[in-house]
């Protein structure tokens, strides 16, 4: 994965090395389906009780197919409709909004409200908050 990275990026190269160095000691388990399969499968019956239930992606939709777009949208609208205050539903995603930045959107259901709350330079180069937390 590092020839995958300029020579010059050490601070790219120095945070793979990090990450290569958890996923060398840390398993995990890759569930190979459709995204929007997938989640359906997770959110189904709506939001845990009692947590926060966050879905998270990073660069990818401009890879999913139309189909899965749509379902994936329908699974969280379906979803949001059983959050509530103690059970509430985020979508958090870092997707492409031109050639330097991506932007940080988050949807927050009940109610289904969304911001963009950062921009983000590609491959974590920077990061401008929006909102006040």
């Known amino acids: ?7 010059d990026q050490t601070e790219r190269i120095e945070r793979l090395r990090a990450a290569l160095d958890i996923a060398a000691r840390v398993p995990i388990v890759l569930d190979t389906m459709d995204a929007g399969d997938w989640l359906e499968q997770r959110l189904r019956g709506g ?6 239930t966050v879905v998270f992606h990073s660069i990818v939709w401009q890879y999913l197919p139309n189909t899965t777009k749509e379902k994936v949208r329908a699974v969280l609208a379906a979803a949001g409709a059983e959050a509530s205050p103690t059970n509430p539903l985020l979508w958090l995603r870092m997707e492409p909004a031109g050639p330097l930045l ?21 491959h974590g180069a920077g990061i401008r908050v929006l909102v006040n937390g």
Request: aromatic share 12%.
């Open 47 to 52: 939001p845990s009780s009692g947590v926060a």
């Open 102 to 122: 991506a932007d940080l959107r988050l949807t927050t259901w009940p109610g289904g409200a969304e911001e963009v709350v950062a921009e983000v330079g590609y």
């Open 1 to 7: 994965m590092l020839s995958f990275l300029w020579p």
